[in-house]
């Protein structure tokens, strides 16, 4: 085929002087892990799923390239969040579509009790996490009080003001081994950290036989309000040795 000379239209096509080159797919040397033939139809083959589209892409040569797209391998989920303050040994490798349970953590702050966890059937994402489907770890230890937190800055994005707490308990017992410290940061709605860590403040070598409710005093001033910010958290760190180090 060819062009004719003189030719002023972008959009005309080739002149052929026979008919047009019939251009096809050879059959592929090799099939690729995931995809499988049955009779003319293409399949996702065992443990892959997905829809599976097979392309023939043609070249100037007339000799055509088949692709494959569309199938995924079917995974195990990634370890359940820490967040759950489960056994971070348990449920670590699940199975698409499969049930586990986890143990709360062993420490003197989290109450006992599990978490049932369930990896979503036909999973293909190595980092996604499994879904917590029943039961709950419970923190039992936190500051025995925490001052409402009063902005003495009038901008809207920035704050300040004096955050007052008193110490750790667990249940109104005062002495609480394993904890390192106290974190102050903003969070959101669900009480998710947004923004960075504002401070930390170590425990210290005073120990406490009630609740004093300003034991412990930080000074905010020209702080930047994070977006999505909608409350102040005075949070527990554990112990370097200790099994959870940030608690929710």
């Known amino acids: 085929g060819g062009c004719a000379a003189g030719n002023t239209d ?29 009779g003319l139809e293409w399949q996702c083959d065992v443990g892959y799923i997905g829809t599976p589209n097979v392309l023939c892409l043609g070249s100037p040569t007339c000799s055509g390239d088949t692709t494959f797209e569309g199938c995924a391998l079917i ?7 820490r967040s759950y303050l489960t056994n971070q040994s348990h449920c670590q490798s699940m199975p698409d579509g499969s049930v586990c349970n986890a143990s709360c953590v ?6 006992a009790g599990q978490v049932q966890f369930r990896c979503p059937q036909n999973n293909t994402d190595t980092t996604r996490p ?3 489907v029943a039961g709950q770890c419970r923190v039992a230890c936190e500051p025995c009080s ?3 937190f009063v902005d003495t800055d009038s901008r809207p994005d920035i704050a300040a003001g004096v955050v007052r707490f008193g110490p750790v308990h667990r249940l109104g017992e005062m002495v609480v081994p394993g904890i390192e410290g106290y974190r102050i940061y903003f969070a959101d ?12 403040v170590p425990v210290g070598e005073r120990t406490f036989d009630c609740c004093l409710a300003d034991a412990f ?11 999505g910010a909608a409350q102040l958290v005075v949070a527990l760190r554990g112990a370097a040795s200790a099994e959870i180090r940030e608690f929710p």
């Open 217 to 227: 005093e930080v000074k905010l001033k020209d702080v930047p309000v994070p977006l």
């Open 146 to 148: 925490v001052d409402d």
């Open 75 to 81: 995974v195990p989920c990634a370890p359940p969040e």
């Open 130 to 132: 499994p879904e917590a």
């Open 106 to 111: 062993d420490t003197f702050c989290v109450a």
């Open 189 to 200: 709605a669900c009480s998710e950290q947004v923004g960075e860590l504002l401070q930390f």
């Open 10 to 38: 972008p959009f005309r096509s080739l002149t052929w002087y026979s008919a047009p080159p019939q251009c096809t797919c050879p059959s592929p040397a090799s099939i690729p892990v995931g995809y499988k033939k049955v």
